[in-house]
């Protein structure tokens, strides 16, 4: 009997992509609720990952806290798409890419920076208890922020304007940098008098600064102020 094969010679219809994709992202700076606008060369998931993470590898990005990397599907090459960046904590990101054969790409050349972009608000003012205060008398406001922030006096002292019946006076701020409760001190001069209950007018940041720790200047109007 004689037996016969054949063998498969020709290997050139196979081919094994080990070309990793391209990444690109539009530089940006945003909060934790915006959006990234990535792309890249081929099909796969585009991956915004922060810059704590060690990106040498597939799993370090998947593996990788929900806080740190977000990702998103490209069903198109070379066409931008929409990645969400809710949840990711303040730093820089890059975008890298994976294609359908698992190929890992380098860094994106473009960052994006998530960080604070709300301004701190003032949710309340204490005043002091309704009484009669003579000369000298030390009145203390406390304005209570929406976050811990910080004061600033090298340019100026920050102060709340009081409004008196004898006229315009203030209560300069005294402590509670790095806190979110700052306190404000008016001392009761001759002459300064009221009879109906003084009025807490503004925030008067007079050349001084109050900013939370992402240097948000705060928003200086007044809200739930008690009642003088």
Not at 86 to 103: I, M, P, R
């Amino acid at each position: 009997a004689t037996l016969t094969h054949s063998l498969v010679a020709d290997n050139a219809s196979y081919k094994v992509d080990t070309s990793a994709p391209t990444p690109s992202v539009v530089t940006a700076t945003m909060d934790g609720t915006g959006t990234a606008v990535v792309e890249s060369t081929e099909t796969g998931t585009a991956y915004l990952v922060h810059s704590t993470v060690n990106a040498s590898n597939l799993a370090n990005i998947t593996g990788a806290a929900d806080s740190l990397v977000k990702s998103v599907s490209i069903t198109t090459a070379s066409t931008p798409t929409n990645l969400a960046a809710t949840g990711l904590v303040n730093g820089s990101y890059k975008v890298y890419t994976v294609d359908a054969a698992g190929n890992l790409s380098a860094a994106s050349n473009n960052t994006v920076t998530i960080q604070d972009l709300t301004p701190p608000t003032v949710n309340s003012v204490n005043v002091p208890a309704n009484g009669t205060y003579a000369q000298n008398a030390v009145l203390s406001f406390t304005v209570n922020t929406s976050e811990v922030v910080n004061v600033v006096t090298t340019g100026g002292m920050p102060r709340l304007v009081i409004t008196l019946t004898s006229g315009t006076v203030y209560a300069t701020y005294a402590s509670g940098s790095g806190t979110n409760a700052l306190v404000f001190n008016y001392t009761v001069q001759s002459g300064h008098a009221d009879g109906n209950g003084l009025v807490v007018s503004s925030l008067d940041l007079n050349n001084g600064t109050i900013k939370d720790a992402a240097s948000n200047n705060i928003n200086t109007s007044l809200n739930s102020i008690g009642v003088t």
